[in-house]
Nanobody, 120 residues
Framework: QVQLVESGGGLVQPGGSLRLSCGVS????????MGWYRQAPGKRRELVAQ???????NYADSVKGRFTISRDNAKNVVYLQMNSLKPEDTAVYHC??????????????WGQGTQVTVSA
């Protein structure tokens, strides 16, 4: 069974930084894409950033230039470095991964989420 576990959330002042981590464990063939989504109270879940095995990434317009996604394929970990944080970045951040449990398949898995609060 594939499991995703996030860490690194917390309370930070506006302008501050946080680094989120998400590790993938279990039995699988390979991880295809990894990403981060967020959901603020009363809002829909939105894609924050996504990265492929080869390192190609894309970002939500609202975080471009402030957030950086990266991954360590050897450790099956994805990171989200968040700089210049704003109050509107406050949300529960979820890790997401498209995983091939066996070759030529793909299933989506989610982490439980980690709270990020940006407040003075």
């Amino acid at each position: 069974q594939v499991q995703l576990v996030e860490s690194g959330g917390g309370l930070v002042q506006p302008g501050g930084s946080l680094r989120l981590s998400c590790g993938v464990s279990g039995s699988f063939y390979r991880i295809i894409t990894m990403g981060w989504y967020r959901q603020a109270p009363g809002k829909r879940r939105e894609l924050v950033a996504q990265i492929t095995t080869g390192g190609s990434s894309n970002y939500a317009d609202s975080v471009k230039g402030r957030f950086t996604i990266s991954r360590d394929n050897a450790k099956n970990v994805v990171y989200l470095q968040m700089n210049s944080l704003k109050p509107e970045d406050t949300a529960v951040y979820h890790c997401d991964a498209a995983v091939a449990v066996v070759p030529f398949t793909s299933n989506e898995y989610w982490g439980q989420g980690t709270q990020v609060t940006v407040s003075a």
